[in-house]
């Protein structure tokens, strides 16, 4: 006869299903590392393929280069090679003369570069002569080219100068006006006054 199976406990069965958990557990986590190991394994196995593939390719496309410099070398004659010579030689002397001259632009002027200049400035925009600067230091020079240059920044539009001195007259004008209305008045008063004095006077006389 076979037995009843015991009812088991409560503390037992959780710990069968503690065992079977863990025991799932470490199974899967095993399952996951094999799989990790086998990508890791494939990827490495691809890549050293892949450069071995980059590899020959750069080795095949140096031999092609190799080969075609080659077949061009023997195509050109002496004649095309002097031609070619020049036209590197030409290309390099333009080079350096753009060089030469960014340099020579971006170099500072000389103090009797500086003299010229602002003399010529003085000349065409100050209304100096030739012999008025002449025998002047590069000092002199410099503080009249300072003021003209201070004329210059501190210049006032024409139309900005006749719209403020069209107010500035206007407002003079009413205050002359206004003035020379009292004026005027004051006058017309005293002469009122000379009359009536000069009519008693002829009235007192009779």
Do not use: C
């Not at 710990?15 to 799932?24: I, K, T, W």
């Not at 002397?93 to 010229?116: D, G, L, S, V």
């Not at 002449?134 to 210059?152: C, P």
């Amino acid at each position: 006869m076979e037995e009843p199976e015991k009812p088991t406990k409560k503390k037992d069965q959780i710990r069968h299903d503690e065992e079977v958990a863990q025991r799932l557990q470490a199974q899967m986590q095993a399952e996951l590392e094999e799989e990790d190991r086998l990508v890791r394994q494939i990827e490495e196995e691809a890549n050293i393929v892949s450069w071995d593939n980059v590899q020959a390719m750069i080795d095949d496309d140096y031999q092609m280069a190799q080969q075609m410099q080659a077949k061009k070398q023997e195509e050109f004659s002496i004649e095309e090679k002097s031609k070619l010579f020049v036209q590197l030689l030409e290309a390099r002397k333009k080079y350096f003369a753009a060089i030469r001259a960014k340099e020579k632009r971006n170099k500072p002027p000389t103090k009797a570069q500086k003299r010229n200049t602002m003399s010529t400035y003085l000349k065409n925009m100050g209304g100096y002569k030739h012999n008025q600067l002449k025998n002047k230091r590069f000092d002199d020079i410099q503080k009249l080219f300072d003021k003209a240059m201070k004329r210059v920044n501190t210049f006032v539009d024409m139309d900005t100068e006749l719209v403020e001195g069209s107010e500035v007259r206007a407002e003079a004008k009413i205050v002359q006006e206004s003035s020379s209305k009292r004026a005027g008045t004051e006058l017309e008063q005293e002469s009122i006054k000379k009359q009536k004095l000069d009519e008693d006077k002829e009235k007192t006389e009779l």
